[in-house]
């Protein structure tokens, strides 16, 4: 029996040549918990909202093909027929969040469904216990975290006790131990109650430890399908430039070289028990520990560009986001502000620019007091990029885009002319000089935002979660990139809950909560450290979860990316062979 | 602004917030009713004097007070007007009555501005909307309602963000000429209302996706159900209404307190 049967499925949006989807084919069964992935504009969202009738009932064009969920054609009945079958939670809580209340919100549905007050009352002690948020039932909407917010959004979609759930990119704001919490909620639906879950997510790691099956679009089709190890064993996949959980590209690299695996793990502890027979039993000393070296290299600094002082802050009427910084960014440094939802990062980096000054305590910036210079003055040095493009988009063309902080700064017309060419051709955006920003995709408005900043070249760029939102492809361009801005003698801040990235970039990191700094080291010494992570809500990646199990047999425990394992492992593999 | 900031709903658990909304309106009117009805300090008087407990028993004092202080400038307008102009048409002239009378007018003002207060501090929209509903105002309309006041915080806060993304980039929104400062709002307004275009679909979208006008009977998680103490106040304000009339068309009129002495 089939829950979701979909039969040569096309659509074309209105006003658009191309088709998003192109004859997708799909049979989904009860209970199934199914990753939909796939580079940025490869059909996934649009796919989603075929399941609910939003095509073709909400958006216009052109539809080919039948989706049936449920026994139910999404063509002949009403959407919100099918919404009690199919219960779809978009990215962003903030814009379906409708009542004042918690628990007012959760009823939203079963209103419309005119479902009498007692039950009302049922269902949402039932869905608020199954999302864990009993204790938020009367608090208002707006005064949650983002997480909270998600959880919300989730209860509210199973009060309607709908057969099938639908999440587009529900953690893309979380904090990793809050994204493992939806994680954890989405599971517990799955295995108690059946629920069929169809996620899209950009976080791999994560996402395949819980789910039994991958589907890949790519150009609007369906182009691979199964579990996770036959899905990301093919090597065609991985050149479409979806990202490989990280662990299961190890376990694939050592089967290549002829580990005997029978099946790809997904999780540290699935790797590592596969290796077990494989690495040497007996704990031999440590190896010299190198890592100690590098704290030394990292000793010869350079001068200061940022000094925070003993610095508070407390928005009006609001907790105090910031209770005491201090931190110092050195020149040439690449530094990843971490911490929970709702640490203080955006809130810190905002002084970097002036754009708060602090009530208590000092920031300098080149020895100067940010208080007593103006943020445009600052920004000069300073360059800011937020992390939503469309908090700054509004020119007509891209050109004119990047140019309008150059007139802001009053450059002269030939000055400009070659600074948008430049930033133009370093992000790779020539070919839409000419176009509308509001037409280009999530991710190429992205990179506008961030060229329109680099174009007057400051000294310090300071990007707010660069990552959100941008399929692994465009990740690893933006990390070549940030790496290039370095060598060039950039300081770069990143404000990021991105643990891969991080583990793959390896900057310096700096651990936030509650509004302070709990903790700063290299990514090596950060990351090896689960205590303090988890007291900011940071999880360590997968591979330095694996090499924390693997210490007890002599490996070193401070690994954090995919190709150091490999040779560590494969060093040590031969060793124990001998 | 500040005046209209002070108006918004504060949570609370007293007998005031917990009022039945249509008994509290209509305690709202018959307040706005005294203080139109009569110009006398007086009435005034006695309707300011029943109101401050009210606000010290629903705990909203502090937020009053701001919403007080939001209205003292305008108090202040009108105090000054009325005193000046009637100094002057009265051929220069200022009296003890001009002067009880300037006042009584600000008070008037005071005590409507804390009615209001009183209503819309200790009424959350919810409820409000509960009472629009009873008074069958189509549902379109109150799930409008109640949309705009939730996206009251979530604007703002995207308002900020966009005014600090533009300032990064040497927007220098307090430089310049009159007319440079309003062009200068361009792109912060532009990404607001396209922003808010873009939420206005994925919130249309969510309401499909949440059954939104699947039945006619629509239920209500909240009701709205009338207590004793609803009814004892509402046979005050019936009490109070008979009171009204009969003094406005029988009592010969109440007493100048300051007399018709001249001051200067």
Same mark, same amino acid.
């Given at each position: 029996m089939t829950i979701i049967e979909v039969r040569g499925l096309s659509y074309t949006y209105p006003h658009s040549s191309k088709p998003a989807l192109r004859d997708v084919n799909l049979d989904i069964d009860p209970g199934e918990f199914i990753l939909l992935t796939g580079p940025s504009g490869c059909g996934k969202t649009t796919f989603c909202r075929a399941l609910n009738g939003l095509i073709p009932k909400f958006y216009s064009g052109e539809m080919k093909g039948t989706v049936k969920v449920a026994g139910l054609d999404t063509r002949e009945n009403p959407i919100m027929r099918l919404a009690q079958c199919v219960g779809l939670i978009f990215q962003n809580p903030d814009n379906q969040i409708f009542a004042l209340t918690v628990e007012k919100d959760i009823a939203f549905g079963l209103e419309n469904l005119g479902v009498p007050k007692e039950q009302m009352l049922k269902e949402i002690d039932w869905a608020t216990e199954n999302t864990g948020i009993q204790a938020l039932r009367q608090r208002a909407?707006?005064?949650?975290?983002?997480?909270?917010?998600?959880?919300?959004?989730?209860?509210?979609?199973?009060?309607?006790?709908?057969?099938?759930?639908?999440?587009?990119?529900?953690?893309?704001?979380?904090?990793?131990?809050?994204?493992?919490?939806?994680?954890?909620?989405?599971?517990?639906?799955?295995?108690?109650?059946?629920?069929?879950?169809?996620?899209?997510?950009?976080?791999?790691?994560?996402?395949?430890?819980?789910?039994?099956?991958?589907?890949?679009?790519?150009?609007?089709?369906?182009?691979?399908?199964?579990?996770?190890?036959?899905?990301?064993?093919?090597?065609?996949?991985?050149?479409?430039?979806?990202?490989?959980?990280?662990?299961?590209?190890?376990?694939?690299?050592?089967?290549?070289?002829g580990l005997r695996l029978d099946k790809l793990p997904v999780s540290a502890g699935a790797l590592y028990e596969s290796l077990k027979p494989y690495i040497s039993v007996t704990r031999s000393e440590p190896a010299s520990d190198m890592s100690s070296l590098d704290s030394y290299a990292g000793e010869f600094h350079h001068k200061p560009v940022i000094q925070v002082k003993g610095v508070h802050f407390t928005y009006p009427g609001k907790v105090k986001a910031l209770n005491g910084v201090d931190l110092t960014i050195h020149h040439g440094d690449f530094v990843a502000i971490m911490g929970e939802n709702g640490a203080g990062k955006t809130t810190l980096v905002k002084h970097f620019n002036g754009l708060l000054r602090p009530q208590t305590g000092k920031v300098l910036v080149d020895d100067v007091d940010v208080s007593s210079t103006s943020v445009a003055e600052l920004s000069r040095r300073v360059g800011l990029v937020f992390q939503n493009?469309?908090?700054?988009?509004?020119?007509?063309?891209?050109?004119?885009?990047?140019?309008?902080?150059?007139?802001?700064?009053?450059?002269?017309?030939?000055?400009?002319?070659?600074?948008?060419?430049?930033?133009?051709?370093?992000?790779?955006?020539?070919?839409?000089?000419?176009?509308?920003?509001?037409?280009?995709?999530?991710?190429?408005?992205?990179?506008?935002?961030?060229?329109?900043?680099?174009?007057?070249?400051? $000294?310090? +760029?300071?990007?707010? @979660?660069?990552?959100?939102?941008?399929?692994?492809?465009? #990740? !690893?361009?933006? &990390?070549?990139?940030?790496?290039?801005?370095?060598?060039?003698?950039?300081?770069?801040?990143?404000?990021?809950?991105?643990?891969?990235?991080?583990?793959?970039?390896?900057?310096?990191?700096?651990?936030?909560?509650?509004?302070?700094?709990?903790?700063?080291?290299?990514?090596?010494?950060?990351?090896?450290?689960?205590?303090?992570?988890?007291?900011?809500?940071?999880?360590?990646?997968?591979?330095?979860?694996?090499?924390?199990?693997?210490?007890?047999?002599?490996?070193?425990? $401070?690994? +954090?990316?995919?190709? @150091?394992?490999?040779?560590?492992?494969?060093?040590?593999? #031969? !060793?124990?062979? &001998? | 602004?500040?005046?209209?900031?002070?108006?918004?709903?504060?949570?609370?658990?007293?007998?005031?917030?917990?009022?039945?909304?249509?008994?509290?309106?209509?305690?709202?009117?018959?307040?706005?009713?005294?203080?139109?009805?009569?110009?006398?300090?007086?009435?005034?008087?006695?309707?300011?004097?029943?109101?401050?407990?009210?606000?010290?028993?629903?705990?909203?004092?502090?937020?009053?007070?701001?919403?007080?202080?939001?209205?003292?400038?305008?108090?202040?307008?009108?105090?000054?007007?009325?005193?000046?102009?009637?100094?002057?048409?009265?051929?220069?002239?200022?009296?003890?009555?001009i002067l009880e009378y300037s006042m009584a007018l600000t008070l008037r003002f005071i005590v409507l501005v804390t009615s209001f207060s009183i209503f819309f501090l200790t009424t959350s929209p919810d409820k409000l909307s509960l009472a629009l509903e009873k008074a069958r105002i189509p549902y379109e309309f109150n799930f409008a309602f109640i949309t705009a006041i939730r996206f009251v915080p979530v604007l703002a806060d995207e308002a900020q963000t966009i005014m600090d993304a533009q300032r990064s980039r040497g927007l220098e929104l307090d430089k310049g000429s009159?007319?440079?400062?309003?062009?200068?709002?361009?792109?912060?307004?532009?990404?607001?209302?396209?922003?808010?275009i873009r939420r206005s679909l994925e919130l249309a979208e969510a309401m499909e996706s949440r059954a939104f006008g699947a039945t006619e009977k629509r239920t209500n998680l909240y009701e709205l159900r009338m207590t004793g103490f609803d009814y004892g106040v509402l046979a005050m304000i019936v009490l109070s209404i008979i009171l009204l009339v009969y003094l406005k068309l029988y009592f010969p009129g109440f007493p100048k307190l300051l007399g018709e002495g001249v001051i200067l």
């Open positions: 909407t707006h005064e949650l975290s983002g997480g909270q917010k998600q959880r919300l959004t989730i209860a509210s979609i199973l009060a309607m006790h709908p057969q099938i759930i639908v999440m587009d990119e529900p953690t893309a704001f979380l904090d990793p131990v809050g994204a493992e919490r939806i994680f954890g909620v989405l599971g517990k639906l799955n295995e108690e109650y059946g629920i069929t879950i169809l996620l899209i997510e950009h976080r791999m790691d994560l996402a395949s430890k819980y789910v039994d099956r991958i589907i890949v679009f790519d150009g609007g089709g369906v182009v691979s399908d199964g579990t996770p190890s036959d899905v990301f064993g093919d090597e065609s996949i991985r050149l479409l430039g979806v990202g490989t959980p990280r662990v299961l590209e190890l376990a694939r690299r050592l089967k290549a070289k493009s469309d908090d700054q988009l509004f020119e007509e063309t891209v050109e004119k885009e990047i140019s309008f902080a150059l007139r802001n700064f009053g450059f002269s017309e030939p000055v400009i002319g070659k600074r948008v060419e430049w930033a133009l051709n370093l992000l790779d955006l020539g070919e839409y000089r000419d176009k509308s920003p509001f037409t280009l995709s999530g991710g190429e408005r992205k990179r506008v935002a961030l060229a329109s900043v680099l174009a007057w070249d400051p $000294d310090i +760029l300071v990007l707010d @979660e660069p990552t959100v939102g941008q399929d692994y492809g465009q #990740k !690893e361009r933006l &990390r070549h990139f940030l790496k290039q801005l370095q060598t060039q003698g950039k300081t770069v801040v990143i404000v990021t809950h991105d643990v891969e990235f991080v583990a793959e970039s390896q900057p310096r990191i700096v651990l936030m909560a509650r509004g302070q700094v709990m903790g700063e080291g290299s990514a090596k010494e950060i990351m090896t450290c689960p205590e303090k992570l988890s007291e900011c809500s940071v999880a360590q990646p997968e591979i330095t979860r694996l090499f924390g199990m693997l210490s007890a047999h002599g490996l070193p425990r $401070d690994v +954090l990316d995919v190709n @150091e394992a490999y040779d560590i492992l494969v060093r040590h593999l #031969k !060793e124990v062979e &001998r | 602004m500040s005046l209209l900031e002070s108006l918004r709903f504060t949570r609370g658990d007293t007998p005031i917030h917990n009022m039945d909304p249509r008994v509290k309106f209509l305690l709202t009117m018959v307040f706005f009713a005294t203080s139109v009805m009569f110009l006398e300090i007086v009435p005034l008087a006695i309707v300011f004097v029943i109101q401050v407990p009210l606000v010290v028993y629903a705990k909203v004092t502090g937020e009053w007070l701001k919403s007080i202080r939001g209205a003292s400038f305008i108090a202040a307008i009108i105090f000054v007007t009325n005193l000046a102009s009637f100094y002057y048409f009265r051929g220069g002239v200022l009296t003890y009555g009159f007319i440079a400062r309003v062009r200068k709002y361009i792109p912060i307004l532009l990404p607001l209302i396209i922003n808010s």
